[in-house]
């Protein structure tokens, strides 16, 4: 068998593509083994020794034996200097098999079916998504979807930002952190009580204006939408509505997902919001296709039955000139309301990213009324919370990403203050009002970014910060790692970031509420105080 890791590790080192600093590196080679990459199968099939080991015959022909290769470049005997070996020396094994590869112990989920964290936090941070299919032990399952803790809690309002004194029940929330997480957290103070949601949420396009990791796969996609639909129609009042933009790349997959989640019968109306103001739009007759010049918005109820609706009138004053050309005629109103919200000038920046007040400003009027809670879990620039506070509504943004001059939080301080764009003319928008701000407590994500981002240098620092941190993974016995620090300095680097990445369990990226009281995450008193008021205890 020797002879065999030998010829395997002599045949990989002659692609240069799967070294990292010079070294054969597993992981590269492992992630191309799950995708079937043709390259390494053809390069497997070149050795008849690895031909007979890893493929076996069929009448279709040759086929791949993934985890029997998955399982032999997993062994210790296999680049016993590579991370692999060094992880053998710290992951819990379970009667000589490490944890991982046992399927006594292994949760596997259907794809369909698992928690995708979508935990991007940075505008530029196209990120690797983290699925929560991955190894946990029976009692950890859960616990990303338990209530967790909010801190840097702040008021703001007429005189500008304060520490909070107090959360009152009718409060207006902006939460900064993942909103999977946030979604869950809300339900013990929030299920059956939100009478709107509507979300304009990443399309899948890779293009997004805001910059979203916006590149998922199809099926990945679908999972992110599925894990927080599922929770938002929690949250949903039995007489509540939900609205989700989308574009046509995926809003025929949406629909049906929101079928199944909403139910068929719920399904009120599919609303089209056309893009094609002819001097936003440009020179689109110089296409070579149709040209796709709008979105889809889909609108369900909670419950068909006792679902809220007011009638909505809007008054169209024609411009003069011949118009008769114009299909609608309230196109001119549009664009004059469009081109009022930023102006002329900035009308391109409009369209790529903040959604028009009088878009939302109907979706609000049609579906709550003063003093209902209006929620929005992909806030972007704050449209759905600006509008909601100029329409007397109750709202709940929650963003992960942070916008600089075009975050949410500016942008309502703005409102209080009075701006008059968007509605606030044709409403009377004199200001006022407050919102509190707070955020997820993640220190361990702050960890897992300061991994990322550090030298050789700082190695053996963030290995002891890790080894004694409240986030060491259930995997480790922090008693008995049997971690040898000179085994450690040979890794590269890249070896080391993955060690002290796996070092670090997934299930403590945030801090349950339930362990507010642990003094190893050194929470204030004043976030304590905060955190009971907002759990209702």
Same mark, same amino acid.
């Given at each position: 068998?020797?002879?065999?890791?030998?010829?395997?590790?002599?045949?990989?080192?002659?692609?240069?593509?799967?070294?990292?600093?010079?070294?054969?590196?597993?992981?590269?080679?492992?992630?191309?083994?799950?995708?079937?990459? #043709?390259?390494?199968?053809?390069?497997?099939?070149? /050795?008849?020794?690895?031909?007979?080991?890893? !493929? +076996?015959?069929?009448?279709?022909?040759? $086929?791949?034996?993934?985890?029997?290769?998955?399982?032999?470049? #997993?062994?210790?005997?296999?680049?016993? /200097?590579?991370?692999?070996? !060094?992880?053998?020396?710290?992951?819990?094994?379970?009667?000589?098999?490490?944890? =991982?590869?046992?399927?006594?112990?292994?949760?596997?989920?259907?794809?369909?079916?698992?928690?995708?964290?979508?935990?991007?936090?940075?505008?530029?941070?196209?990120?690797?998504?983290?699925?929560?299919?991955?190894?946990? +032990?029976?009692?950890?399952?859960?616990?990303?979807?338990?209530?967790?803790?909010?801190?840097?809690?702040?008021?703001?309002?007429?005189?500008?930002?304060?520490?909070?004194?107090?959360?009152?029940?009718?409060? @207006?929330?902006?939460?900064? &952190?993942?909103?999977?997480?946030?979604?869950?957290?809300?339900?013990?103070?929030?299920?059956?009580?939100?009478?709107?949601?509507?979300?304009?949420?990443?399309?899948?396009?890779?293009?997004?204006?805001?910059?979203?990791?916006?590149?998922?796969?199809?099926?990945?996609?679908?999972? !992110?939408?599925?894990?927080?639909?599922?929770?938002?129609? /929690?949250?949903?009042?039995?007489?509540?509505?939900?609205?989700?933009?989308?574009?046509?790349?995926? +809003?025929?997959?949406?629909?049906?997902?929101?079928?199944?989640?909403?139910?068929?019968?719920? !399904?009120?109306?599919?609303?089209?919001?056309?893009?094609?103001?002819?001097?936003? +739009?440009?020179?689109?007759?110089?296409?070579?296709?149709?040209? *796709?010049?709008?979105?889809?918005?889909?609108?369900?109820?909670?419950?068909?039955?006792?679902?809220?609706?007011?009638?909505?009138?809007?008054?169209?004053?024609?411009?003069?000139?011949?118009?008769?050309?114009?299909?609608?005629?309230?196109?001119?109103?549009?664009?004059?309301?469009?081109?009022?919200?930023?102006?002329?000038?900035?009308?391109?920046?409009?369209?790529?990213?903040?959604?028009?007040?009088?878009?939302?400003? =109907?979706? $609000?009027?049609?579906?709550?009324?003063? &003093?209902?809670?209006?929620?929005?879990?992909?806030?972007?620039?704050?449209?759905?919370?600006?509008?909601?506070?100029?329409?007397?509504?109750? %709202?709940?943004?929650?963003?992960?990403? %942070?916008?600089?001059?075009?975050?949410?939080?500016?942008?309502?301080?703005?409102?209080?203050?009075?701006?008059?764009?968007?509605?606030?003319?044709?409403?009377?928008?004199?200001?006022?009002?407050?919102?509190? *701000?707070?955020?997820?407590?993640?220190?361990? @994500?702050?960890? =897992?970014?300061?991994?990322?981002?550090?030298?050789?240098?700082?190695?053996?620092?963030?290995?002891?910060?890790?080894?004694?941190?409240?986030?060491?993974?259930? =995997?480790?016995?922090?008693?008995?790692? @049997?971690?040898?620090?000179?085994?450690?300095?040979?890794? #590269?680097?890249?070896?080391?970031?993955?060690?002290?990445?796996?070092?670090? /369990?997934?299930?403590?990226?945030?801090? @349950? %509420?339930?362990?507010?009281?642990?003094?190893?995450?050194?929470?204030?008193?004043?976030?304590?105080?905060?955190?009971?008021?907002? *759990?209702?205890?």
């Amino acid at each position: 068998m020797h002879k065999s890791y030998d010829r395997l590790a002599e045949l990989l080192c002659e692609v240069p593509e799967y070294a990292v600093e010079g070294k054969l590196n597993k992981n590269i080679v492992a992630e191309l083994a799950r995708k079937y990459d #043709s390259g390494l199968i053809n390069k497997l099939l070149s /050795d008849k020794d690895m031909k007979k080991l890893f !493929f +076996a015959e069929s009448d279709a022909g040759l $086929i791949f034996k993934k985890d029997v290769f998955l399982t032999f470049i #997993s062994q210790k005997e296999f680049l016993p /200097d590579s991370y692999t070996a !060094f992880e053998q020396k710290i992951g819990l094994a379970s009667g000589g098999t490490m944890l =991982r590869n046992d399927d006594r112990v292994v949760l596997n989920w259907p794809y369909k079916d698992c928690i995708l964290e979508g935990g991007q936090t940075k505008e530029d941070a196209k990120r690797d998504e983290v699925f929560f299919n991955e190894i946990l +032990a029976p009692d950890e399952i859960n616990t990303i979807l338990e209530d967790k803790v909010f801190t840097n809690w702040k008021r703001y309002d007429k005189d500008g930002e304060h520490e909070l004194d107090e959360l009152k029940p009718d409060d @207006n929330l902006i939460i900064k &952190g993942n909103n999977l997480v946030v979604l869950h957290s809300l339900r013990k103070r929030f299920v059956g009580k939100v009478k709107l949601i509507y979300i304009d949420p990443p399309y899948n396009t890779g293009n997004d204006g805001f910059n979203y990791n916006d590149t998922f796969s199809h099926s990945t996609w679908l999972t !992110f939408m599925k894990n927080r639909l599922e929770v938002a129609k /929690d949250l949903l009042s039995d007489d509540g509505s939900i609205y989700v933009q989308m574009d046509v790349k995926e +809003a025929h997959y949406l629909k049906i997902l929101m079928d199944e989640v909403f139910g068929r019968d719920n !399904f009120r109306s599919e609303i089209i919001w056309d893009t094609s103001i002819p001097y936003v +739009a440009g020179n689109k007759w110089l296409s070579n296709n149709w040209i *796709y010049s709008h979105s889809q918005i889909f609108y369900y109820a909670k419950h068909k039955s006792s679902v809220t609706f007011n009638k909505l009138t809007f008054d169209v004053q024609q411009p003069s000139g011949d118009i008769s050309h114009k299909p609608y005629k309230d196109i001119w109103s549009d664009i004059k309301n469009f081109s009022g919200f930023l102006g002329a000038k900035d009308i391109k920046m409009q369209f790529n990213s903040r959604k028009p007040e009088h878009l939302i400003q =109907r979706i $609000i009027l049609a579906s709550s009324n003063p &003093g209902d809670i209006v929620l929005d879990y992909h806030l972007g620039s704050g449209t759905t919370a600006a509008v909601a506070h100029k329409l007397g509504r109750q %709202y709940i943004g929650v963003e992960q990403m %942070y916008y600089g001059e075009s975050d949410s939080v500016n942008r309502l301080q703005k409102v209080i203050e009075g701006e008059q764009d968007g509605i606030s003319k044709e409403v009377n928008w004199q200001g006022g009002g407050s919102f509190v *701000y707070c955020n997820i407590k993640n220190d361990a @994500n702050k960890l =897992r970014e300061d991994v990322k981002l550090a030298d050789n240098k700082k190695m053996d620092d963030l290995l002891d910060k890790v080894l004694h941190s409240s986030f060491l993974s259930y =995997r480790i016995d922090a008693k008995n790692h @049997n971690i040898k620090l000179g085994d450690f300095h040979k890794l #590269s680097l890249m070896d080391k970031k993955h060690v002290l990445l796996d070092l670090i /369990d997934n299930n403590t990226l945030y801090v @349950n %509420y339930s362990e507010i009281d642990d003094a190893t995450y050194k929470i204030s008193d004043e976030d304590k105080r905060h955190n009971k008021e907002f *759990y209702g205890e």
